[in-house]
């Protein structure tokens, strides 16, 4: 179902050829229904067998697979990107392109990455509640109806989101500092990019421990452009009067009603969140010599500060 149509006759012929090139075996399934990628991923890896996991699809395709072999030591999983978005192996910037070639997946390395747990849902990249959830979320709306491309469900999405209303009240808690009022979006980060381009946390890393967690508060309509584009463009803390940022381990939002909750693209619907640094790790590969560390920290999220 990811990406605009279906691959996987042509997915399942480009692995099954480079395996017998290497004489190596492969299994290939085709997911049927939301939640079947993570079953199959939490019974491969159950086995106790060493097995590496290709994830072949669009970033919701990635979450399963990560979901299901998260916390087993014996499994490693990768993204082979057929979707729309493709969004976490974004953070390996220049070097991104090498997982469209399965022979650098099959040669890759392999390093532990973090995970966000959110309401007992694992997320590798970024969930997010608020005025971007409720566009990107509500996009599925639009797209039933015909002649509807994806960029006129996301401006349609965005005109009735903008229509009512931008902002919202939440009682937020981060690691133990509290924020009350109106706020217009909460992004929980382990990655740095989703919706396609947005790039909220330049300095994210997925292996550090660290959660980057950003606040945007309530903004009014005419401002709302320009913190977004700000936002968006990885210049979050360039706009500290309106963006609060944080690095820490737990999130927790307490909202006025059921919320759209973004996780990895996926959605959840709940009044109460935490966004938590997961117990669980997943063995992550990518291709030899590729790079992912943020080239430098900015001040803004060291030590808590401002």
């Keep these: 179902m990811a990406g605009?149509?279906?691959?996987?006759?042509?997915?399942?012929?480009?692995?099954r050829a480079l395996m017998e090139s290497r004489g190596l075996d492969c299994e290939l399934e085709i997911t049927e229904a939301p939640g079947h990628g993570r079953r199959l991923a939490y019974e491969a890896a159950a086995s106790g067998e060493p097995v590496r996991l290709y994830a072949c699809g669009?970033?919701?395709?990635?979450?399963?697979?990560?979901?299901?072999a998260a916390g087993f030591p014996n499994a490693a999983v990768t993204h082979y990107p057929t979707g729309s978005g493709n969004d976490?192996?974004?953070?390996?910037?220049?070097?991104?392109?090498l997982f469209y070639d399965l022979r650098e997946l099959l040669d890759g390395e392999e390093a532990a990455f973090d995970l966000i747990d959110c309401n007992g849902r694992l997320s590798l990249n970024i969930c997010s509640v608020g005025?971007?959830?409720?566009?990107?979320?509500?996009?599925?709306?639009?797209?039933r109806f015909p002649f509807v491309s994806g960029e006129m469900a996301y401006?349609?999405?965005?005109?009735?989101?903008?229509v009512q209303g931008i902002h919202r009240p939440?009682?937020?808690?981060?690691?133990?500092?509290?924020?009350?009022?109106?706020?217009?979006?909460?992004?929980?980060?382990?990655?740095?990019?989703?919706?396609?381009?947005?790039?909220?946390?330049?300095?994210?890393?997925?292996?550090?421990?660290?959660?980057?967690?950003?606040?945007?508060?309530?903004?009014?309509?005419?401002?709302?452009?320009?913190?977004?584009?700000?936002?968006?463009?990885?210049?979050?803390?360039?706009?500290?009067?309106?963006?609060t940022l944080r690095?820490?381990?737990?999130?927790?939002?307490?909202?006025?009603?059921?919320?759209?909750?973004?996780?990895?693209?996926?959605?959840?619907?709940?009044?109460?969140?935490?966004?938590?640094?997961?117990?669980?790790?997943?063995?992550?590969?990518?291709?030899?010599?590729?790079?992912?560390?943020?080239s430098h920290r900015s001040r803004n999220y060291e030590n808590g500060r401002k």
């Design 58 to 68: 669009g970033d919701g395709t990635l979450n399963e697979v990560v979901g299901g």
């Design 247 to 294: 690095r820490g381990h737990t999130m927790t939002v307490e909202c006025d009603r059921v919320s759209m909750v973004n996780i990895d693209g996926e959605r959840l619907d709940a009044d109460k969140l935490s966004f938590a640094l997961s117990a669980k790790k997943v063995n992550f590969i990518f291709p030899k010599g590729a790079h992912w560390k943020a």
């Design 170 to 243: 939440y009682l937020i808690c981060v690691d133990g500092e509290q924020f009350e009022g109106e706020f217009t979006l909460l992004a929980a980060c382990n990655g740095r990019y989703y919706g396609g381009s947005f790039n909220p946390a330049p300095q994210a890393d997925p292996d550090d421990g660290l959660l980057d967690f950003i606040i945007v508060k309530a903004v009014s309509r005419l401002t709302v452009a320009a913190v977004v584009e700000k936002y968006s463009a990885g210049g979050a803390a360039d706009f500290p009067e309106y963006i």
């Design 131 to 143: 005025f971007d959830a409720r566009i990107g979320l509500g996009m599925a709306d639009f797209k």
């Design 88 to 97: 976490f192996i974004k953070i390996f910037g220049p070097d991104a392109p």
């Design 4 to 15: 605009k149509y279906d691959r996987s006759y042509e997915v399942a012929e480009k692995a």
């Design 155 to 162: 401006r349609l999405s965005l005109l009735k989101n903008f």
